[in-house]
């Protein structure tokens, strides 16, 4: 008997058909003679229902209201749920996340867990009951509820299983688990039956939407080993775990390549070349809760250099007048931003011990006349900004290169 | 200043543009120097969208899950008008019943409140901030989220009023108060400005849809006053208070006549007449949690009589069988139901000075040669159960009869 929790993502749950289908699923692994902890998000369009509602009341969506307000749509389905399984005979009870209590900080929309009780779900394991948790959502100190932000229920499932010490977390989305690029820009991608926790990190910071990458740095951290399963049949998965369990990967030196579109480029040209000019440029962004991403600083030429950085695509219409302040102050002569570029990405643990990853990268996209214009590497990535309408072809230029297509 | 109480009810929240004029109407009262604390049902028509997600999922509908289905939707609308507040330059934070924690019994979709704690409010009235409640809803002992059963959220209005000793608890629904009949059924209905709490509780219960029977109970009980008022634009309004501050109504025999076309009739046919046979009959139905309202037995023919009573139509299917069994066990002939009668009341607190007010029905009704099935008063009420089709015309006879109609 293992104790497994189960995740099911907003499209799983459309509709009651497709609730009434996922209560099947849990039953099935209740039968087996597991225990069960069911983690659900809102029901498919829900969460889009109710941000309408609130853009209409109130642009400026405030969030602590705001959280109030999405933590409904995975509270009813969490309901939802507990009935469809209790009309199979199960014995079932949901939670809101301010009920178990999952405890988090202050920080609304973004919140982090910061404590998860499991006294009430062990009572209800003990009763041969399942708990039904309403993902994405907390309680702060101050009792107000919280959210953790786009993909949360993955953060809840991850959290959840590491506080019950759960043999495996099993996140069921629509898609069934991994490949080796996106399969609708490069039709040879191979599925991935394993990938390293170092390696899914990567893939999720990097646009293969798959899972939230918090919920997978948690696992890391918890050690919770993770797997990857479509709600609707495929019998295909992904287990992502520690390297030492995935020793199949080792011959492969990158295992997959990922496409980030949601990028754009900022250039403050004409900056005088003294120390501290990299955080007085960045301060003002980090300061508006602005992640910046790669940042280049060109080679100085008579005590003037350029500065270029990326961030999100979303983020550019705040960084603008923030950054076009900074070059008054500080001198320099425009700003330029860039919104059509893209981030291609070779994902693999070979990479770290394979020096020539790097020179085949940038060989395979000069044969395609791609230019680079910006470079970043990790231990087990190296990623490159290339023209945004050269993306899909990086991809599959890519995939090739380093053998990845189906055998 | 004053401390006012204003619920909301839904179809005056039945869309973004419902809940920024009502959020306007809150502005203005708090323009006016007053605290204001809100209480908010379900937008319209989100309880009736969660209530049949239910039952296609769980025709049972499990009680707990389906009040922590339905606390959503207050939940909900709760956290939006605290948006729509903001959004007109005031403060204001909403709650969910379980942040109060507004606590009560364990009976699920009908609990009743125990402890409403009042700190929280009470921090943010002194911070000028306006609390938003979520009406209907609480938390039970095991911290389970529990709802009040049908216009629920009235009875949250109310006592929270009581809790924190509000000027006055405004009623915002969908009429502009209450009017001596249903202006629908009779068209020379006038409007009340001033009812006692015990006329409203007789018309609470036979059928004038205005407000939740126990939040009246409530007020009574903690002489809130209740003031009910159109949330569209109408200028009337009626206060409902104690008998000394409504010394107008003394005048008024009758203040109202209220029809209640939600009534079934059941009779046994030939009981033999012995003690404890009436507690023989009803106890099975109590025992079902139905609720029994005129009872009638028959004078006895050599130890024989007939024992006929009303109840509610929804519970007749399943008041019959249970009756049927009775009949079994104790001998009688058989079993007559009858869904097509309707109770029409007189209500005043002059009913009690004045004997004649039940003789000028009776004649009222004779001289329409509508006939009379069963009859039962109270201290302020007549009530007669007549042929359903005859509802309406007897309650503009009466209405006529008592001198209501408009001057």
């Not at 949360?152 to 977390?169: E, P």
């Not at 070349?273 to 962004?285: E, K, M, N, V």
């Amino acid at each position: 008997m293992a104790l497994i929790v189960q995740k099911f993502g907003g499209s799983s749950l459309a509709s009651p058909d497709h609730i009434r289908r996922v209560a099947c699923t849990i039953a099935a692994t209740k039968k087996e003679g597991h225990q069960v902890v069911v983690v659900v998000s809102a029901m498919g369009g829900e969460t889009d229902r109710l941000l309408a509602l609130a853009t209409e009341i109130n642009p400026d969506k405030p969030a602590r209201e705001l959280d109030a307000l999405l933590a409904t749509g995975e509270q009813a389905s969490a309901a939802l749920m507990a009935m469809a399984l209790q009309n199979l005979g199960l014995s079932a009870r949901s939670y809101a996340g301010i009920q178990l209590p999952l405890r988090t900080d202050a920080n609304h929309t973004r919140a982090r867990i910061v404590d998860l009780p499991t006294s009430v779900l062990r009572r209800d394991l003990d009763q041969n009951i399942i708990p039904v948790v309403a993902g994405f959502q907390g309680v702060n100190g101050n009792g107000d509820i919280t959210t953790l932000g786009r993909g949360g229920s993955d953060t809840t499932a991850v959290a959840l299983a590491a506080a019950l010490q759960a043999d495996v977390c099993e996140i069921y989305t629509d898609v069934d688990g991994v490949y080796t690029a996106d399969p609708n820009i490069c039709p040879s991608a191979r599925h991935l039956s394993k990938v390293t926790y170092e390696e899914m990190l990567e893939m999720s910071g990097l646009g293969a939407k798959v899972l939230q990458i918090r919920s997978v740095e948690l696992a890391q951290k918890y050690r919770v080993p993770l797997l990857v399963k479509s709600s609707f049949g495929s019998n295909k998965c992904t287990w992502i775990v520690e390297e030492a369990k995935s020793m199949e990967m080792e011959s492969a030196i990158v295992s997959g390549i990922t496409l980030d579109r949601s990028v754009a480029k900022l250039s403050v040209i004409h900056v005088p070349d003294r120390p501290g000019i990299a955080y007085q440029i960045l301060a003002p962004l980090a300061d508006a809760q602005i992640n910046v991403d790669m940042v280049i600083q060109n080679a100085s030429i008579e005590g003037y250099t350029d500065f270029t950085f990326t961030l999100s695509r979303e983020d550019l219409a705040k960084a603008r007048p923030l950054l076009e302040q900074v070059a008054k102050d500080i001198g320099a002569w425009e700003i330029r931003a860039d919104d059509s570029i893209a981030k291609v990405s070779a994902i693999g643990l070979g990479v770290k011990n394979h020096p020539g990853v790097a020179a085949r990268m940038f060989k395979a996209l000069a044969d395609e006349n791609i230019n680079i214009q910006m470079i970043s590497t990790s231990e087990i990535r190296i990623s490159c900004i290339i023209e945004a309408k050269y993306g899909e072809l990086a991809v599959r230029v890519l995939h090739d290169a380093f053998g990845l297509q189906q055998s």
